[in-house]
């Protein structure tokens, strides 16, 4: 497959996840209990550190991918500390190689769990000013709901995180049922087409490239 050619994405849903409420107030209800992974636990202790002396606005890009988008958005956001986070080594080890970026602003690269990243985040009160979380695994097959960032255990700590959260995808039914999520945890976040002249991520780059369009919600939390 060439490498601006992307599938369309496929799924077995028609709409909204018939079991999406159910899950989502689950998961509103219920404490998180997993244990923290000593790595990611490791990671944001380091990072936490530069967070502390920074001492100004933190923009998190989380599922960064191959970091493309984190340098992209440090250059939107030059003022701040932004801090990409993957859980893939594999996909970070390729910042340098394939995408490296004019220096401009200022970001850090992580390889952490989100499951457990996200909570860190939110004990430690970081000042988050923007949160992106463009175009995550989508996870199409209905039976995969709970693998999807709002039909997950740790859904609730987004809101908690705070800033101006932007989720951005090619699946025009992950952003409804995103915001239906947030919905039901009391937040309004419309879903909404999304285009730019410049595509931020790899993974936009493709999709508009092969003809795909993009949706988001954007809320101030």
């Known amino acids: 497959m060439s490498d601006s050619i992307s599938r369309s994405i496929t799924t077995n849903q028609p709409g909204l996840h018939d079991k999406l409420d159910e899950v989502v107030e689950k998961h509103l209800k219920a404490e998180f209990k997993k244990p923290i992974a000593a790595h990611t636990q490791q990671a944001f202790d380091e990072v936490n550190a530069r967070v502390i002396a920074f001492a100004g606005d933190i923009v998190l890009d989380s ?28 996909r970070l080890d390729k910042h340098d190689i394939e995408y490296k970026q004019d220096e401009c602003g200022q970001y850090i690269l992580v390889r952490a769990d989100l499951n457990d990243f996200w909570r860190l985040i939110v004990a430690a009160n970081w000042p988050v000013t923007h949160h992106y979380l463009l175009y995550p695994n989508p996870w199409p097959k209905a039976k995969h709901l709970g693998r999807r960032w709002h039909g997950a255990p740790v859904f609730p700590f987004i809101p908690k995180i705070g800033g101006l959260l932007e989720v951005r995808s090619n699946w025009q039914l992950y952003i409804e049922e995103f915001s239906r999520a947030l919905e039901i945890a009391g937040i309004e976040a419309p879903a909404e087409p999304y285009h730019a002249d410049q595509a931020v991520t790899p993974f936009e780059r493709k999709y508009w490239a092969s003809g795909q369009s993009s949706h988001r919600l954007k809320v101030q939390l």
């Not at 991918?65 to 859980?87: C, F, M, R, Y």
């Open 63 to 90: 599922c960064c991918g191959v970091g493309e988008s984190t340098a992209n958005l440090a250059k939107l956001h030059p003022n701040a500390l932004v801090i990409g986070v993957d859980k893939s080594s594999h």
